[in-house]
């Protein structure tokens, strides 16, 4: 429609939109997602242009370029960016920023479905590719766009042997009549396949939420991840302690003689036993519960521990993908 132009979709269609409204730039970047970068001068365009070359190799045959390794910036400290309130939202960017070297990250795809967080940074010199949920926006739900988003820089990444850090804080899929008819099984098993074929380094952080099938999808270890760590503020579980203890425990809190105090008794009961990094460490399902402040220096550990990493696979032309 963007090539018949303004003037045959108001004849055809009677509907009054500039070019740049059908499908300018600001369109491509923010809207339909086609486009991965907005620059506002041609300059700005080589530069960014100068900046993404300097982070992938020149092929699939060649490692990306190393550089030396730098710290992060002392003005990301990492231990006061997550809110002591669960419910509270953070800047994913700030969490990148202040475990990445020299806190430079190049985010891919900034202006569209910006519930994910997606670009490439460098860890000890290397390049790797970085997925992360973005609780400033939906809360970091995945879905129709942002799996969409997701799995298709996890696709980039293994195709040029970039390792992937994957950083978890979601609730799970958006729910919703729309998601459901906007086919978010389809699109939400691309970022499942994307991670289960990927045979590249996969290293995951679970700073937060992890709950149901979005804990599943953001490279758990039922996916093939190498590693997987989470903070102690970390809550692994079907659902949220709320929900969870509202359903499970409805007869015993509204026959209470006091609702609200079986209510919060019910929800810690809950988190005690079941929403906790410590309850996944134990079962094998994360392979350590770690400070933030130690997070780099694991990240590092852990990327070298896989840099010889191979797997083979049984001899296919292609996978088949939920396309």
Same mark, same amino acid.
């Given at each position: 429609?963007?090539?018949?132009?303004?003037?045959?979709?108001?004849?055809?269609?009677?509907?009054?939109?500039?070019?740049?409204?059908?499908?300018?730039?600001?369109?491509?970047?923010?809207?339909?997602?086609?486009?991965?970068?907005?620059?506002?001068?041609?300059?700005?365009?080589?530069?960014?242009?100068?900046?993404?070359?300097?982070?992938?190799?020149?092929?699939?045959?060649?490692?990306?370029?190393?550089?030396?390794?730098?710290?992060?910036?002392?003005?990301?400290?990492?231990?006061?960016?997550?809110?002591?309130?669960?419910?509270?939202?953070?800047?994913? %960017?700030?969490?990148?920023?202040?475990?990445?070297?020299?806190?430079?990250?190049?985010?891919?795809?900034?202006?569209?479905?910006?519930?994910?967080?997606?670009?490439?940074?460098?860890?000890?010199?290397?390049?790797?590719?970085?997925?992360?949920?973005?609780?400033?926006?939906?809360?970091?739900?995945?879905?129709?766009?942002?799996?969409?988003?997701?799995?298709?820089?996890? %696709?980039?990444?293994?195709?040029?042997?970039?390792?992937?850090?994957?950083?978890?804080?979601?609730?799970?899929?958006?729910?919703?009549?729309?998601?459901?008819?906007?086919?978010?099984?389809?699109?939400?098993?691309?970022?499942?396949?994307?991670?289960?074929?990927?045979?590249?380094?996969?290293?995951?952080?679970?700073?937060?939420?992890?709950?149901?099938?979005?804990?599943?999808?953001?490279?758990?270890?039922?996916?093939?991840?190498?590693?997987?760590?989470?903070?102690?503020?970390?809550?692994?579980?079907?659902?949220?302690?709320?929900?969870?203890?509202?359903?499970?425990?409805?007869?015993?809190?509204?026959?209470?003689?006091?609702?609200?105090?079986?209510?919060?008794?019910?929800?810690?009961?809950?988190?005690?036993?079941?929403?906790?990094?410590?309850?996944?460490?134990?079962?094998?399902?994360?392979?350590?519960?770690?400070?933030?402040?130690?997070?780099?220096?694991?990240?590092?550990?852990?990327?070298k521990l896989c840099a010889n990493k191979e797997e083979c696979r049984p001899y296919r032309k292609h996978g088949i993908p939920p396309f």
């Amino acid at each position: 429609m963007f090539i018949t132009g303004p003037e045959v979709i108001k004849t055809v269609l009677g509907e009054d939109i500039s070019m740049e409204d059908l499908g300018g730039a600001r369109v491509q970047t923010e809207i339909t997602g086609n486009a991965h970068f907005f620059a506002s001068t041609e300059q700005e365009c080589f530069d960014q242009i100068k900046r993404l070359m300097s982070f992938i190799p020149w092929n699939n045959k060649q490692k990306a370029q190393s550089y030396p390794p730098k710290p992060p910036k002392l003005s990301f400290d990492i231990e006061k960016i997550i809110p002591s309130e669960p419910t509270k939202p953070y800047d994913m %960017r700030h969490v990148i920023r202040a475990i990445f070297d020299n806190s430079d990250f190049l985010e891919i795809q900034e202006f569209w479905a910006s519930n994910i967080v997606i670009g490439f940074a460098r860890l000890n010199g290397e390049t790797v590719g970085i997925i992360g949920n973005q609780p400033l926006v939906l809360a970091g739900v995945l879905d129709v766009d942002s799996s969409d988003k997701a799995a298709r820089f996890i %696709r980039f990444c293994d195709a040029f042997s970039i390792p992937l850090i994957t950083l978890v804080d979601l609730p799970g899929y958006l729910p919703g009549v729309d998601q459901e008819h906007a086919g978010v099984i389809r699109h939400g098993a691309k970022i499942l396949y994307s991670y289960s074929e990927a045979t590249v380094p996969k290293i995951t952080l679970i700073l937060r939420k992890a709950y149901g099938g979005g804990y599943i999808a953001m490279c758990s270890r039922h996916l093939g991840a190498d590693f997987v760590f989470a903070w102690p503020t970390a809550e692994i579980a079907v659902m949220g302690p709320e929900g969870a203890a509202n359903i499970i425990f409805k007869q015993e809190i509204s026959s209470s003689t006091d609702p609200d105090a079986t209510r919060k008794l019910k929800v810690q009961e809950y988190t005690e036993k079941f929403a906790n990094p410590y309850v996944a460490a134990k079962n094998g399902h994360i392979d350590g519960v770690i400070n933030p402040a130690e997070t780099r220096k694991n990240l590092i550990h852990s990327l070298k521990l896989c840099a010889n990493k191979e797997e083979c696979r049984p001899y296919r032309k292609h996978g088949i993908p939920p396309f």
